[in-house]
T-cell receptor
Framework: AQTVTQSQPEMSVQEAETVTLSCTYD???????LFWYKQPPSRQMILVIR??????QNATENRFSVNFQKAAKSFSLKISDSQLGDAAMYFC??????????FGAGTRLTVKP | NAGVTQTPKFQVLKTGQSMTLQCAQD?????MSWYRQDPGMGLRLIHY???????DQGEVPNGYNVSRSTTEDFPLRLLSAAPSQTSVYFC?????????FGPGTRLTVT
């Protein structure tokens, strides 16, 4: 079974600094997708960034970037120039296709002013 | 374009009661799914549908039924609610690999 592990239940970062959230996953598939979702107190799940496993290049979306290490099955999220609005739960997710998405337990990110 | 909508937002049930959580999407997506989110855990897949008339089980299907009579709607039924079903429920629809989530329903079973 595919599993997703987020080893950091909580992280804290100073405003304007950089923070990295860790994620590892287990799969025997060669093609799959990886995602980071943000969940603020409103409960809404917001897609932050996604990575296709067949792509070597790490995905980037403005201040958010990933470090995808396929052989190590690692998918970390880097948030640069952290802002107060970045405070939320962050979930790493894996999907081999549309039919089955597996989530990690989440990392609660606090941003200190 | 409302995206994915869920009703109700909050619900309290007594053990043994039944109810249906509603989910609708207006994006004409074929794929829809239901997840539950428990404290300290990520979302877990309950059931999914790849199109009208087609449903299948996810990771935690026990105690839940689904049907998909139209592309737009994908209701989740609890036939006999149990305290273990206290959770936040999310519906999602997807276009290729990107999932769009509804706002969630917080369900408490006493």
């Amino acid at each position: 079974a595919q599993t997703v592990t987020q080893s950091q239940p909580e992280m804290s970062v100073q405003e304007a600094e950089t923070v990295t959230l860790s994620c590892t996953y287990d799969t025997s598939e060669s093609d799959y997708y990886l995602f980071w979702y943000k969940q603020p107190p409103s409960r809404q799940m917001i897609l932050v960034i996604r990575q296709e496993a067949y792509k070597q290049q790490n995905a980037t979306e403005n201040r958010f970037s990933v470090n995808f290490q396929k052989a190590a099955k690692s998918f970390s999220l880097k948030i640069s120039d952290s802002q107060l609005g970045d405070a939320a739960m962050y979930f790493c997710a894996y999907s081999p296709n549309n039919n089955d998405m597996r989530f990690g337990a989440g990392t609660r990110l606090t941003v200190k002013p | 374009n409302a995206g994915v909508t869920q009703t109700p937002k909050f619900q309290v049930l007594k053990t043994g009661q039944s109810m249906t959580l509603q989910c609708a999407q207006d994006m004409n997506h074929e794929y829809m799914s239901w997840y539950r989110q428990d404290p300290g855990m990520g979302l877990r897949l309950i059931h999914y549908s790849v199109g009208a008339g087609i449903t299948d089980q996810g990771e935690v299907p026990n105690g839940y039924n689904v049907s998909r009579s139209t592309t737009e709607d994908f209701p989740l039924r609890l036939l006999s609610a149990a305290p273990s079903q206290t959770s936040v429920y999310f519906c999602a629809s997807s276009y290729y690999e990107e999932q769009y989530f509804g706002p969630g329903t917080r369900l408490t079973v006493t």
